[in-house]
């Protein structure tokens, strides 16, 4: 009775950890029942928190029911250390898991995964909206993309996405005085940039409500040293198909195989449905572009993506591309806090993860290889786009590439030449 008294007090203090308190109750209990039955410590507790969370999202046999299972073999076995061997197994069997090519089944639609409605708010606070972005490392070789906050938050609901770690209020604000706030952005006219507004936010995914497009098609059509690009993952181009969209505008789509899009990335345009825009976009003569980002490594993922692939080649000119770019899975320590508190079912934690120059993300080894299968798809297009990687290290890029840039300000000039002399080409 003093133990359960004294225990009682342990796990209490336990309990109030956050993403204990963010699961379902019955999850909770799994784990009280488990920290009770053995007496865990704090950081036994906290790790089989993460192991809970993380069999839930991926769709394993529950915590509770693999303890239980352990605890009967051990009796059988005549084995009496269950705590450490208990603990030591479900270590065992979660890293394994994580070490094998994900699984993807067929998508369950009775699951409810389509992000919650927002509420669009309009904002004239004085907030900066004009900055780097906001994954810029000197310890990765970096394009030096600048980026326009136009919208933060996204309506979209990618479940590895790091915006929802920035903006968790529910709310999508869109900059009321937009115009004037780019119009004053202290430009040096002799130098070039390369402008995304896809960082906080899709680009497209509200169109052009409270003027947020028509604010930066002035902005890009009264700089003539700039390149701005629009990212997305929708299908929402009428207004762009409509109005005049100056030369030095692009337009890329981040794209993953079907099967990946309907297991992560919810809310979003199919793939079909991208390439569509895409295609739409480019026969208005605008230069489009592709992120190959996040690759992910699951089972059957080099027939996927070379199919995907095929389709881009055979869709486009690469004298319509500006740029292909490569990334794969990589987390800040918040974002995998985050989604483990979201309760959503969701297998992109359910990789190997190495640091990443302060990041988590695939081995380097597996990077290498998933990498070099996509750039060697492309090879039809080499030298007629521009291929690249974000926010990977020097090594890496040697390794996939064969070489690298000096510094990163010739990376970002070479990007910035390659695309405004494709735009000035379909002018």
């Known amino acids: 009775m003093k133990k359960d008294v004294s225990y009682s007090a342990r796990f209490g203090k336990f309990s109030e950890n956050a993403l204990y308190q963010s699961i379902d109750p019955q999850l909770q209990d799994s784990i009280r029942d488990t920290g009770f039955r053995h007496g865990l410590s704090y950081q036994e507790l906290r790790q089989i928190t993460e192991i809970a969370i993380d069999l839930d999202m991926w769709g394993e046999p529950s915590l509770i029911e693999q303890v239980r299972q352990l605890e009967r073999e051990l009796r059988s076995n005549g084995s009496y250390d269950h705590k450490k061997m208990i603990i030591n197994i479900l270590r065992d069997r979660w890293v394994s898991l994580k070490q094998q090519e994900t699984r993807y089944g067929t998508p369950n639609r009775k699951l409810n995964n389509r992000p919650e409605s927002r509420k669009v708010i309009a904002s004239d606070g004085d907030q900066n909206v004009f900055g780097m972005c906001p994954v810029a490392s000197e310890r990765t070789v970096c394009c030096n993309l600048m980026t326009i906050d136009a919208v933060q938050g996204c309506s979209l609901g990618c479940s590895y996405c790091s915006i929802q770690t920035f903006y968790t209020d529910g709310k999508i604000v869109v900059e009321k005085n937009l115009s004037e706030k780019l119009k004053a952005i202290p430009l040096n006219p002799d130098k070039n940039y ?85 295609r739409a976009l480019a026969d208005k003569g605008i ?141």
């Open 194 to 278: 390369h402008i995304g507004s896809g960082q906080s936010s899709d680009s497209l995914a509200i169109g052009n409500r409270n003027g947020v497009l028509d604010a930066q098609l002035d902005f890009a059509r009264n700089n003539s040293n700039i390149i701005l690009e629009f990212k997305t993952k929708s299908k929402n181009i009428e207004y762009l198909l409509k109005t005049d969209v100056p030369h030095n505008v692009f337009v890329s789509w981040s794209l993953n195989p079907q099967l990946f899009i309907e297991q992560e990335e919810h809310g979003t345009a199919s793939m079909n449905q991208r390439l569509a825009a895409a």
């Open 287 to 427: 230069i489009v572009g592709f992120h190959f980002h996040p690759i992910v490594h699951y089972q059957g993922w080099e027939k996927d993506y070379h199919d995907l692939i095929h389709k881009v080649l055979t869709g486009f000119s690469p004298y319509e591309v500006g740029i292909v770019s490569m990334g794969t899975l990589t987390f800040i320590k918040p974002a995998i806090r985050k989604l483990r508190m979201t309760g959503i079912k969701s297998k992109v934690l359910q990789i190997p993860m190495d640091d990443a120059s302060g990041k988590r993300s695939y081995p380097k080894s597996t990077k290498k290889m998933i990498f070099q299968f996509v750039l060697n798809e492309f090879s039809p297009w080499h030298n007629k786009v521009f291929f690249y990687m974000c926010m990977e290290e020097r090594e890496l890029w040697e390794a996939v590439f064969g070489n690298c840039y000096e510094n990163n300000v010739e990376f970002e000039e070479a990007l910035y030449q390659h695309v405004s002399s494709k735009m000035v080409s379909v002018e």
